[in-house]
């Protein structure tokens, strides 16, 4: 595959939060998967790569959804009433255990993986269930779909309804092996460490997962903080921890290697938030499901303050929407509800702090991916925008911005994921 | 026309908050334009009516916009990052100085009116400009598409750019009049008396649309209560009314009848949702656009309890969303979030809750709009949730459920407005 090649068109990327970076009638170019730089004209030594024209249409990084549940896309807006812990019983633990049954994966995975990759996500992050024909089934139809990112095996052995539960923790850590031997063919989507939480994991497992996570050097995502009854539970769970936090630290999970995504973060303690910057934790921020599970707003003016890395979640289904604009939407809109109610009235995000946290924010997860900066991942999604009327001429950055906020009436004409091209099937009319 | 027939598929109405109706393969009778009645079975005194079969579909009340600025359409989506009055100078204002070009006006409300009348809204409470002929257009555009409900000409007289405003008070009151004249030939959209809010318009302009308002019996609408620095410029411009509403009542605006509606409520004080409840003021609930102009989260939960009148509206454009579904889960998601940060920790809003406000809630302006019982006007909108997949069989109540969080993948099969059914010019697919 020829993953070397030039894009015409309006390129727009965050290097730095603060502000978008746009080069109107630019040319993108992309050496062996790799970005190779912006240009305003298209320098000779590279004439000779193959050029595709977007004119007048909107070239962005791919989005990075570092937070989402496959196995919980069958039922997205159902059960929007319930608050986490009576939502997860209700819905999301019955739902899961369908995914013993293949037949069931098969066609709800389809589903999930079909929106997925005709969506303007490139990478994502990824929960499956504890079951590994299941959970080997949904990265082979990520594979075969041209995405990339990470998909969890979700260990479980305590607290957790019989029919979605392992038996002890060794009996956890041996389908975890198993499940490590049958991902070494893949090439794109790679295992990532997945303890669903503390309440659903003894500390035999934790402490098993850190020592396969130190000897494989793999990364792990889990939940934290999220909900005030679910802390107070961790906290009668785990007494000797100063913390949620520290309840992994504890048990050897929190290695400073930048490979660790929590979700969540809502209600931090001073303490948390110095060992999510000390172990160098990114947080996946799901501001519609901190809504809709009446979670709360993490504090994200906070963690930037502090340099505490941030990127966006969908968190499906505790979110119902898989679009990451619609995450970036959501992000500035709590983030104006957090400044009206907190005392210490945060700025709220701008747009352009949105988008940097869903490309090149989450996409420190993935290694070097979300900008337009040279040797990055060359994900990149073209826009366009033209069936948004508008009576008056308008500038590209406004362009994306109601893009963003307009999203069902954007049509995405490409996707390339480290330089591949992703077949879109449907037309997303 | 004959506007008399029966429907058949799934029949959901909120007669009450507390909970949706449902009759599954029910029929729904209609009668000059009114409705007779839901069955389980056809009586066979209406055997003869034409009969028109949603199988498997969805048929619910049509949904009710009661707040919304039809010229702000056309540049819905720019300018998030912004506060109200800063809004209003930036981007408000200058968009409305353009509807005195009519050629603007056509182009602006013709899109307006194309994408209101294939939503599910099917009555709306709408805010022209101060322009008499770009306000006549838009409710012939309206009339002919078949909607029904309310425009309002602005009238604004101080405080105001120079190139959207009025001479005094004596020239909005005889353009008003201009206005009022011209508008007898319409049938489905009726005028309603909009002053912009008390700080564009002095005590003149307010007595003499009180008088017009006793003299021809029209409702009203303006805005109320929305912003903090707003109500504190009311409180200078108005220092004898006792709360912002009051500003209101002191000029006679305010009458009993329960033709009032005033958008946002957003901050009132105690004595102002007294006005509210003595007044039979109905409040228009704006959900997005508080969110987006940092205004706040109105306290709905209050208010339905006070037994204070709540609609929803759209407020275009500070709200991007013409979707009445939209404002439903809107309306849901930040009473959840005041619920999370108010110290009265009031009980979120249901989704039947919020459905009813958009349907009986607001409808109440119109008459008896909103619901299925017996007499009530027959707006009715069909929608084919099929494209909607499921991995497992869902409740028809469930089904509504995702139909309304997830709304982009609905198909509006059919609307009607008392009645008359109105034309669906694209496929919404």
Not at 346 to 367: D, I, N, R, V
Not at 403 to 421: F, S
């Amino acid at each position: 595959m020829n993953t070397s090649f030039v894009l015409a068109g309006h390129l727009i990327t965050t290097p730095e939060p603060k502000a978008f970076s746009v080069l109107e009638n630019g040319y993108l170019v992309i050496e062996n998967g790799l970005i190779q730089g912006c240009y305003s004209s298209l320098p000779e030594k590279y004439a000779a790569l193959p050029l595709q024209r977007y004119d007048h249409q909107l070239i962005i990084p791919g989005l990075c959804d570092i937070h989402v549940h496959a196995p919980q896309y069958a039922y997205r807006g159902l059960g929007m009433d319930l608050e986490l812990l009576e939502w997860l019983n209700t819905h999301a633990f019955p739902e899961e255990a369908h995914y013993e049954q293949m037949e069931y994966a098969q066609k709800a995975y389809g589903q999930f993986v079909h929106d997925l990759q005709n969506s303007a996500t490139t990478r994502a992050s990824i929960f499956a269930t504890l079951h590994v024909p299941a959970t080997l089934l949904l990265t082979q139809l990520l594979e075969q779909a041209g995405m990339r990112g990470y998909v969890g095996k979700v260990n479980m052995d305590r607290n957790s309804p019989d029919n979605l539960r392992e038996r002890d923790a060794k009996e956890s850590l041996r389908q975890t092996e198993e499940w490590l031997t049958q991902t070494a063919s893949f090439r794109r989507v790679r295992p990532i460490l997945t303890p669903r939480f503390v309440p659903s994991c003894s500390d035999e497992l934790l402490e098993g997962l850190a020592a396969l996570r130190k000897r494989d050097h793999l990364p792990l995502q889990s939940h934290l903080s999220e909900n005030e009854n679910e802390i107070a539970w961790v906290k009668e769970l785990c007494p000797a921890a100063s913390c949620y936090a520290d309840a992994y630290a504890l048990r050897g999970l929190l290695e400073e290697d930048g490979s660790v995504v929590m979700a969540h973060c809502v209600h931090p303690t001073d303490g948390e938030r110095k060992i999510l910057k000390e172990k160098k934790v990114l947080v996946a921020h799901c501001p519609a499901s901190n809504t809709n599970l009446c979670s709360g707003i993490a504090p994200i003016r906070r963690f930037l303050e502090e340099g505490i890395s941030v990127g966006l979640g969908s968190d499906i289904a505790g979110g119902y929407e898989l679009s990451m604009f619609r995450a970036m939407t959501d992000a500035v809109q709590v983030s104006k509800l957090r400044s009206c109610f907190d005392p210490l009235k945060p700025k709220p995000l701008s747009l352009s702090e949105a988008f940097y946290l869903a490309t090149k924010g989450g996409g420190q997860l993935f290694g070097q991916v979300g900008s337009f900066e040279k040797g990055y991942q060359a994900d990149i999604v073209v826009l366009d925008d033209s069936r948004i009327e508008s009576a008056r001429p308008l500038k590209v950055e406004e362009r994306l911005e109601r893009a963003i906020y307009l999203e069902k009436d954007v049509r995405i004409t490409a996707k390339y994921i480290a330089g591949e091209p992703v077949k879109l099937s449907t037309p997303n009319q």
